[in-house]
């Protein structure tokens, strides 16, 4: 079926560096777009989501950008913390739809 | 808010063994998921309620696999009979409205077939 594709599986970053995370997608029809977070030993938690109506989205440490004339999506995570470390997964869903589609996931490991 | 509750937290049974796995959702969201997780697949949905109403269940492997949800608070997933390839993480994830939404994970159940 569809997938939303992750091409890099593993980013290992410095403390305090910002981390920069992309996601292709493949539905032309996708309008909301989602970062979830997944610890482990945990379910994937949200952090941050876009709509279609958007390019750029701002949380407390997280940026979304939203390029949908090329179908891609990146999570920018600013000052990177031991915390951040974790598995993070694009998703995406469209008006209309249920169906929420997970890419591959890329695993962040943070350097101290 | 307690979130989404999932049970058991870890299962290992023996092949043909029938597993049940439980979910609670947070009070007043209306939509189900059940999902699972492996290394080979990610995650794929397997089923989806709404307002206690099975939508689509295309995602459910096989017949060996269903799902209830006899009220807004409880939804079940079996499988019967379990086998090895069964093996994964399963999530159970609720969200407050049908549609495009964001979902509120459980903290899933590790199932292991021998």
């Known amino acids: 079926g569809e997938s939303v594709g992750l091409h890099l599986p593993t980013l290992s970053v410095q403390e305090g560096d910002n981390s920069i995370i992309n996601c292709a997608y493949s539905?032309?029809?996708?309008?909301?777009f989602i970062w979830y977070k997944q610890e482990s030993g945990k379910g994937p938690q949200f952090i941050i989501d876009?709509?279609?109506?958007?390019d750029k989205r701002q949380g407390q440490r997280v940026t979304v950008l939203l390029n949908k004339t090329v179908k891609h999506l990146s999570l920018q995570i600013a000052a990177t913390q031991p915390g951040d470390s974790a598995v993070y997964f694009c998703?995406?869903?469209?008006?209309?739809?249920?169906?929420?589609?997970f890419g591959a996931g890329t695993r962040l490991f943070v350097k101290a | 808010d307690a979130g989404v509750i999932q049970s058991p937290r870890h299962e290992v049974t023996e092949m043909g063994q029938e597993v049940t796995l439980r979910c609670k959702p947070i009070?007043?969201?209306?939509?189900l998921f059940w999902y699972r997780q492996t290394m080979m697949r990610g995650l794929e949905l397997l089923i989806y309620?709404?307002?206690?109403?099975?939508?689509?269940d295309s995602g459910m492997p096989e017949d060996r696999f269903s799902a209830k949800m006899p009220n807004a608070s409880f939804s079940t997933l079996k499988i019967q009979p379990s086998e090895p390839r069964d093996s994964a993480v399963y999530f159970c994830?609720?969200?407050?409205?049908?549609?495009?939404?964001?979902?509120?994970f459980g903290s899933g159940t590790q199932l292991s077939v021998l």
């Open positions: 009070s007043g969201h209306n939509s």
């Open positions: 876009i709509r279609s109506n958007m």
């Open positions: 539905n032309s029809a996708s309008d909301y």
């Open positions: 994830a609720s969200s407050s409205r049908a549609g495009p939404e964001k979902l509120f």
């Open positions: 998703a995406e869903t469209w008006t209309g739809g249920f169906k929420t589609i």
């Open positions: 309620f709404n307002n206690n109403v099975p939508i689509d």
